[in-house]
């Protein structure tokens, strides 16, 4: 099948190469030539395992391809996916001008019937606000040409995207149409061979079911760091109650893991949203501004140990910085809990010495060169003359360091451990302060 795929990010981007991957001939449309550029030649702007080989493969056979140029890209696919980003405003409403944007050009463009996919997460009714836009355009031009636009909302997590559109647990479609339909299940039949993932709905069911995913994600953090927090002031161990409750099939082991806050480009977006689409229709979603409120107040809990550790005075110390993405396997840096952390230990006038295995570059991008953050080559590295360690994202090579070397090169014994990567009662016997998210106040005293 022809594909244009509107957005070369994230979403756009996996959403391209794993349907190239399977055979279908795409198209991928971005107004950066120089990123379009890159791209035709195989080279990624994003790190995202796996992802890089895919998009190269493809390139190579031919079926997959990148432009700007317009008229191109909506003469090419009889499926036209809009992946453009959806930033959040102020009040935390999606900004959904490059969605209309993309629904205009399409509009006066298209000569024949399209489906206009909805990639991006959008607020509820933007189906209808993207048909009204084409619709608009198709009434300017004098013309009357069939459409339907479906919602398709993506559930992929970074880290583990194309796996996850490789192999999905539910492909969700939004259309009233048995015209798109037929086209979406063509489409999708490559991943749908085991057995039939394919759900399917009303559009704004379908528009919801993405917030509702995300929501109850981030819900389940916020609980578990509630829980943690108390945990602490109990005297409880997290982790002991973690495995108590995860037991509990209605409840299960995943995203229950305490820790410094969530971050990323959807939970925090997608949290906020929902707030916002229910204050437009007079509902208060107290639920969800908990697990917001939640959430902030987390971010600054490593800052918190380390301010009571050093008796609130932290002028001219150091600080080694394990982990600086927002979670493993990624780069992305948005909303990540170590920006909060680094931007209170700076105003607090410590330094950073960081080190994350491959959001480096990312890090320099957002802040640039400044004397307060130093960033390394090794975790080793980053320990150099450290008044103590602090980790912030659970990388897998931070699982099992050498914890001899580590306690040598710090000039305090002291880890602030944000992922709870390590057992309080082995670091206590090998010498070391432990700070770890509601594992007790006995095992971060002094």
């Known amino acids: 099948m022809k594909v244009t795929v509107f957005g070369t990010g994230y979403v756009g981007l996996v959403t391209g190469a794993c349907l ?3 055979g279908h001939d795409v198209l ?8 379009v550029d890159n791209l035709n030649v195989g080279i990624i702007p994003i790190y995202e395992p796996g ?3 895919i998009v190269k493969q493809a390139v190579q056979n031919g079926l997959l391809n990148f432009t700007t140029n317009m008229d191109k890209a909506v003469q090419h696919g009889e499926l036209q996916f809009i992946a453009v980003g959806t930033p959040s405003g102020e009040d935390g409403s999606a ?6 944007a993309v629904a205009k050009t399409i509009g006066q463009r298209i000569t024949d019937y399209r489906v206009i996919v909805n990639k991006s997460t959008v607020p509820i009714g933007t189906a209808e606000i993207v048909r009204d836009a084409l619709s608009k355009e198709l009434k300017a031009r004098d013309v009357n040409i069939a459409f339907d636009v479906v919602s398709n909302p993506e559930f992929l997590k970074e880290g583990a995207a194309v796996n996850d559109f490789m192999k999905p647990d539910r492909i969700v479609v939004g259309t009233d149409s ?9 489409l999708y039949a490559p991943f749908n061979r085991s057995h039939d993932r394919m759900i399917f709905m009303d559009v704004r069911s379908a528009e919801l079911t993405k917030y509702a995913a995300n929501a109850m994600l981030a819900t389940k953090i916020s609980f578990i760091n509630e829980m943690a927090n108390l945990a602490e002031l109990l005297g409880a161990d997290i982790e002991r109650v973690r495995n108590g409750i995860g037991a509990d099939p209605r409840i299960g082991y995943h995203f229950i893991y305490p820790g410094c806050g969530y971050g990323g480009s959807c939970f925090p977006k997608d949290v906020k949203a929902l707030i916002n689409i229910a204050q437009n229709v007079d509902y208060n ?8 409120r939640v959430n902030q107040a987390q971010k600054h809990k490593l800052f918190s140990y380390i301010e009571r550790h050093f008796g609130g005075d932290l002028g001219g110390k ?5 982990g600086l993405a927002f979670k493993p396997n990624t780069d992305d840096m948005r909303e990540a809990p170590s920006r909060t952390l680094m931007e209170s230990l700076w105003a607090a006038g410590a330094k950073v010495q960081a080190f994350d295995p491959v959001a480096m570059e990312e890090t320099q991008h957002i802040y640039g060169m400044r004397d307060d953050l130093k960033l390394v080559g090794t975790k080793e590295a980053a320990l150099e003359r450290a008044d103590g360690l602090i980790i912030c994202t659970e990388w897998k090579n931070f699982r099992a360091p050498n914890f001899d070397l580590l306690k040598a090169a710090l000039k305090n ?11 309080p009662d082995r670091m206590h016997n090998l010498g070391f302060q432990y700070y770890a998210v509601g594992r007790g106040l006995s095992v971060v005293s002094n």
């Not at 991928?28 to 990123?35: A, E, F, H, N, S």
């Not at 900004?95 to 209309?100: A, R």
């Not at 048995?178 to 063509?186: D, M």
């Open 95 to 100: 900004d959904l001008q490059y969605v209309v």
């Open 28 to 35: 991928c449309v971005d107004i950066d030539q120089r990123k």
């Open 178 to 186: 048995e015209r798109a339909e037929q086209l979406l299940r063509e």
């Open 413 to 423: 014994p002291v880890v602030f451990d944000g992922r709870n990567l390590y057992e």
């Open 318 to 322: 150091v600080f080694a910085l394990w």
């Open 285 to 292: 979603a107290g639920l969800m501004e908990a697990v917001d």
């Open 20 to 22: 190239a991957d399977v």
């Open 51 to 53: 992802l890089e080989s």
